[in-house]
């Protein structure tokens, strides 16, 4: 599994011009599922994605993490970021997941984050055509990708 994980004041995701889901102080996480990706990938991903020190502490050092603070996530599901350009242009992406199954990873990431503790875990909708509006805090941005642990 991959992710693109960025500090946000404030985040909200549209479909069709009608607000699907908001947050303030968080993070926004991108999340790619890939082909062959286990249970060990998800619980490892939502370790990171909930400890993640990103946030200030009261010296500004980034020493808090998204529970500590009690900031909320969007989590927006995103095959794309198994695209592969190393031949020409246009993107491959035969190594993500296919849709069932990504979504339903997607959808047990999201649930596991909650029960993880993260206060609020806001969600696109799975394979939508998605507007997010985000004010990038920082900015801060981290890849994280359970398979170079």
Do not use: H
């Not at 246009?90 to 993260?118: K, N, Q, T």
């Amino acid at each position: 599994m991959k992710a693109v994980i960025q500090r946000v004041q404030s985040a909200c995701l549209s479909v069709d011009g009608k607000l699907v889901s908001q947050i303030g102080d968080g993070l926004v996480c991108y999340l790619g599922v890939g082909k062959g990706d286990s249970e060990d990938d998800l619980r490892w991903l939502v370790k990171k994605t909930a400890g993640l020190r990103i946030f200030p502490d009261s010296d500004g050092k980034m020493n808090l993490s998204l529970i500590d603070c009690g900031f909320e996530a969007l989590v927006v599901s995103q095959f794309t970021l198994y695209g592969n350009v190393k031949k020409g242009f246009r993107p491959s992406f035969i190594d993500a997941e296919e849709p069932e199954a990504a979504r339903l990873m997607y959808e047990r990431f999201c649930s596991e984050l909650a029960a993880a503790g993260v206060k609020k875990v806001a969600t696109g909708i799975f394979a939508a055509d998605m507007l997010i509006e985000q004010v990038n805090n920082g900015p801060v941005t981290i890849l994280l990708d359970s398979q170079q642990t």
